[in-house]
């Protein structure tokens, strides 16, 4: 194939396995009859080239150019014995044998007739493969040619990715324009096409058919998803970047404030490597906070500027961006760590091993300060007076600090007291709708019983003692044992085509919602059976990193407990399943939200029961669906069965899309995200959120409920007083106040609202600003449909709070 030798004899020698690289991508140089290669003569031999031996003419094969640019003469046994070597791989992915040597060398005499009769100059090994593949088809052996096949992209493809447009161009708002995007771009389209290639044929096609949609399938076959981390983890161990100390410096426990904050930063910098979606910090300020002890609030604040500078200006993630991180942030030390032993400087400080015992409640001076001074540092925003997107801050409402402590407060008049530090919190939403609102007050968070975040877009993470054994040691962080949350794999589900297909029949509509979770779980375990190899192979070290323990210098616990990453299964179009289904949206009437209600708890008992029955955790949740919305409505009027269907549900400028759906597939048409009440839907705030909090118990695998507000400076004092009441009389779990702004690109002027032009200077270099799906980012770089959404939302004023 790619790369073979010239010679007519079936017994020829195997050339080396340079020559035989079936990655090749040499150009083919010339397809033609009358083509002249590059660095070869002009000859005036007839195309079918003849060759005189021991008296006798012959035909002899064209010339192959390899891999490494060299023109080779052909060999046959290249193709047979690669056919035998890459067919092997059947075995591993699609469970069926390999090729034997018999019918490889019956290929190879095919492939060589069909080349022989083209008359060709020379070729190039894709050409060859080609080839095979057409034969390999022909003869039924789809399997064999998915593993034969090569992936790539056509040359225009790539200049158009070169120049930031083609290819996925505004499938993420966070990437940058620069080169590492581009390099990252070329790259997922490689791999999305080997893994797709990988799959068994029945879950590859329901994704590429629109049925379910599998996140980051770039990074299927290598990364798990994403990851909540424990800070202790590396205040005890140290930093291992490489997470295998042999070709990054490996760095001691940090014994100073400062190294502990660049070892919180480059290790979310560090796990981007291993990870395929955001990174975050449980409990941040509380596991930080020893290593502020005596601190002066100055100091602190100059460690916390440190901090968001750094998390916004380390270009080091995947394709050039910066890290995708967020910090759960308490005001004070919850009641679960007061009496826990700090981790800090390489200790645990139980009072063992020649510690003092120290717990976390001796920190709460800190841990006060600390929150005071992130919330400053983010108030103030950066040079040009902009929002800081990265890292989210989660601002956990819990009931330890719903009443004062009365008698710190009293002892410690200087310090901010819980109400005050909250105050700040909304003091940031109302300038620049930064924060995201972590409550833990309805009873189904368990608040006080075990310990649960949200982190990436609005993943929902937990652990309990009646689930985790070892829940107590972690606490204690007995053995290296610490608190490991995230995410193996998320794959969403179009569920306004489950309604499509079930013309008005409950049954059919559950049964089909049913069958995608069950070919989910088919994703899940062939993402874990990959994983599997890529963790034997070494190729996940970051999250699986043994360090050196300080205390005993023996090999410590591991980074991640793989065991313990759940896997998810978003929704999308909640809202337009039941329209088509019933007749009326969810806020439209009460039997369209009962039954959007019944259709998502009959999937939240299915989960469970799918949890029990494969012996993997299956989380459900709203996917923030920043592509998937439009991918899946776009799939759907593509699609002719269901192309009248999706337009009478499908949100968005239908007209546009219709009359551009030739040209591209970049369309300002999408579903709802998740459980969700439209965008758009001309509903008061109240009636919002009285319809999108019943599904939180439900959706146990994160949600979110977005505020879009339209003023452009809301009162922070009603901003506090409206959450507090959604906090303590909902069961909302998390939710955000977005601002749209814009930011003047020539004097640097900060403007509310979404402007065109600067309203100081009037340049009309402007940069909109406003929240994607679960961050902040420019508008620029988000798709059509979700500036379409942009453009729908209904947006709520102060009054609209009351």
Not at 84 to 109: N, V
Not at 392 to 418: C, Q, V
Not at 761 to 784: F, I, K, M, P
Request: glycine share 8%.
């Amino acid at each position: 194939m790619e790369g073979c030798t010239t010679v007519t004899k079936a017994d020829a020698r195997e050339d080396d396995h340079e020559q035989a690289d079936l990655a090749c991508d040499a150009q083919v140089q010339s397809g033609e009859k009358k083509g002249t290669p590059i660095n070869m003569t002009q000859t005036s031999k007839p195309l079918a080239i003849q060759k005189t031996l021991d008296g006798h003419t012959i035909s002899i094969m064209p010339k192959v150019r390899t891999t490494a640019g060299h023109m080779v003469e052909w060999d046959r046994n290249i193709i047979i014995n690669q056919l035998i070597k890459e067919t092997k791989l059947s075995e591993r992915f699609h469970g069926m044998p390999g090729m034997q040597k018999e019918e490889a060398q019956d290929i190879a005499k095919e492939v060589e007739r069909r080349i022989r009769s083209l008359e060709l100059k020379f070729l190039s090994g894709p050409l060859i493969r080609e080839v095979v593949n057409i034969v390999l088809l022909e003869r039924g052996h789809t399997e064999w040619r998915n593993i034969s096949t090569r992936v790539g992209t056509p040359v225009y493809d790539a200049c158009e990715i070169d120049l930031g447009s083609g290819f996925e161009a505004k499938d993420n708002a966070n990437l940058q324009e620069n080169a590492e995007t581009s390099h990252k771009k070329k790259a997922d389209k490689i791999s999305k096409e080997q893994y797709l290639l990988l799959l068994p044929p029945k879950t590859a096609d329901l994704h590429l058919n629109g049925d379910i949609h599998i996140h980051d399938l770039e990074y299927l076959g290598t990364r798990a998803f994403c990851q909540d981390w424990d800070l202790r983890y590396f205040f005890y161990y140290g930093l291992m970047p490489d997470g295998s100390g042999a070709k990054a410096s490996v760095a001691g426990p940090a014994m100073k404030a400062e190294v502990a904050m660049l070892h919180a930063v480059k290790a979310l910098g560090s796990a981007q490597t291993n990870f395929a979606g955001g990174q975050g910090f449980y409990n941040f300020l509380t596991f930080i906070a020893p290593y502020f002890e005596g601190k002066g609030y100055l100091e602190i604040k100059q460690l916390m500027q440190m901090f968001v500078y750094e998390m916004t200006q380390m270009m080091v993630a995947r394709g050039g961006q910066v890290v995708f991180s967020s910090v759960q942030l308490s005001p004070g030390v919850p009641k679960l760590w007061k009496d826990k032993p700090a981790v800090y400087k390489g200790r645990v400080h139980d009072g063992t091993n020649g510690t003092e015992k120290r717990t976390y409640g001796e920190f709460e001076r800190e841990v006060r300060l600390a929150f005071k001074a992130l919330m400053d540092v983010m108030i103030e925003g950066d040079n040009w007076g902009k929002p800081f997107n990265f890292p989210k801050p989660e601002i956990s409402i819990e009931p330890d600090f719903m009443e004062e402590d009365g008698f710190f407060n009293r002892a410690h008049p200087e310090l901010p007291t819980y109400e005050q530090l909250y105050d700040m919190t909304f003091e940031l939403a109302a300038k620049f709708g930064t924060p995201y609102f972590d409550n833990q007050l309805p009873e189904y968070r368990g608040a006080g019983e075990g310990i649960s975040c949200y982190q990436c877009c609005a993943y929902q993470f937990s652990a309990n003692a009646d689930a985790d054994a070892s829940f107590e040691d972690k606490l204690m962080f007995k053995d290296g044992k610490h608190f490991s949350m995230g995410s193996w794999q998320v794959v969403s589900l179009n569920c306004p085509r489950a309604a499509y297909r079930a013309k008005g029949n409950d049954e059919a509509l559950f049964a089909d919602l049913k069958n995608l979770m069950d070919q989910s779980i088919k994703l899940f375990k062939t993402k874990r059976s990959w994983m599997e190899s890529i963790i034997e192979n070494n190729r996940m070290p970051f999250a699986t990193q043994r360090p050196k323990d300080p205390v005993t210098g023996e090999k410590g616990a591991i980074a991640v407990d793989i065991d313990a990453l759940v896997y998810t299964i978003g929704v999308i179009g909640i809202n337009e399943m039941v329209q088509y289904h019933v007749g009326s949206q969810i806020h439209e009437s009460k039997e369209a939200f009962k039954f959007a209600i019944r259709a998502m708890t009959e999937m939240e008992m299915y989960g469970k029961e799918l949890s029990q029955k494969h012996g993997m955790e299956i989380a459900l949740a709203r996917t923030p669906a920043e592509t998937t919305c439009q991918r899946f409505a776009v799939s759907d009027m593509l699609h002719e069965e269901y192309k009248d269907a999706v337009l009478q549900v499908v949100k968005g400028d239908k007209e546009a899309a219709l009359a551009n759906i030739k040209r591209t597939h970049d369309l300002p048409v999408y579903y709802t995200n998740g459980t969700h009440v439209p965008p758009g839907a001309n509903v008061s705030l109240i009636d919002r959120i009285n319809i999108e909090h019943v599904f939180f118990p439900i959706v146990d695998g994160g949600n979110i409920c977005h505020i879009w507000m339209g003023e452009g400076s809301p009162d922070a004092k009603g901003l506090r007083e409206f959450a507090m009441n959604i906090a303590k009389n909902t069961q909302i779990g998390y939710f955000a106040f977005t601002k749209d702004m814009t930011v003047c690109l020539n004097d640097f002027h900060i403007m509310s609202g979404l402007k065109e032009c600067c309203e100081n200077c009037g340049s009309g270099d402007v940069e909109q600003l406003s929240r994607v799906t679960g961050y902040v980012q420019a508008v620029h770089g988000w798709n059509a449909a979700k500036r379409q959404e942009l453009a729908d939302r209904m947006r709520y004023s102060s009054s609209d709070m009351i």
